[in-house]
């Protein structure tokens, strides 16, 4: 009979060809070379600039857990793929349900404790309650423009240009420094659309006639 770390070598290099799959499952976000962006690829920016910011924040937070969830958050990709934030389709609706199912499964191919605390970093990214869930969600939207910012504006779908000013301000309320961050990925999204010809002002307009 195989002994317990034996078993457990085995399956975490098994686990390699799930997880290599978002290695090639593609976001809808472009490099500044034109090629589009894979989920990994999201995943190491995020926690790259997790490790190039904690020490600023407010509340101090445990690096390595931040880390660790930066590096499973969207693993659940390698089953459901990615689902842009702006899509509006059945599966953007079973979004959530779809992802914890598939985490349930993918967990389930690695041995106790490494399954479980998988799942566990999962569930507290998804739940998004604690610092460091926090800080890993605001990450998670801010590296989303900080690559469109990187990338030719041609790649941006006419909406986005409404979420440059939506969609990250919610997840960095909680911390100054978190809203520092913000304005300068904004500042840069910005600066790219008035070189292009596109009326930041009438923009901002259309979001506060909507609101």
């Given at each position: 009979m ?8 085995e ?34 920016f ?15 937070v ?90 030719d ?48 002002e ?10």
């Open positions: 195989m002994d317990s770390d034996a078993a457990a070598a399956k975490a290099i098994g686990f390699l060809s799930i997880a290599e799959r978002i290695k090639r499952e593609l976001r809808h976000s472009w490099l500044s070379d034109g090629r589009r962006e894979s989920v990994a690829e999201h995943t190491w995020i926690a790259l600039l997790a490790l190039l910011t904690y020490r600023r924040l407010q509340e101090p445990a690096l390595e857990r931040v880390l660790a969830m930066a590096i499973v958050h969207d693993i659940a990709e390698a089953e459901v793929g990615d689902i842009p934030f702006f899509e509006q389709s059945e599966r953007k609706t079973r979004k959530a349900a779809l992802e914890l199912a598939a985490m349930d499964r993918i967990s389930s191919l690695l041995p106790d404790p490494e399954g479980a605390f998988v799942r566990e970093l999962w569930l507290e990214f998804e739940k998004g309650q604690t610092i460091e869930a926090k800080f890993v969600r605001a990450l998670d939207h801010l590296e989303v423009q900080a690559q469109h910012n990187l990338a504006l041609n790649t941006w779908e006419p909406i986005e240009h409404e979420l440059v000013y939506t969609k990250m301000d919610d997840r960095c309320a909680h911390d100054e420094f978190l809203q520092k961050l913000l304005l300068h990925v904004r500042g840069g999204a910005e600066r790219k659309m008035k070189l292009a010809g596109i009326d930041v009438a923009v901002k307009s259309r979001i506060a006639e909507s609101r």
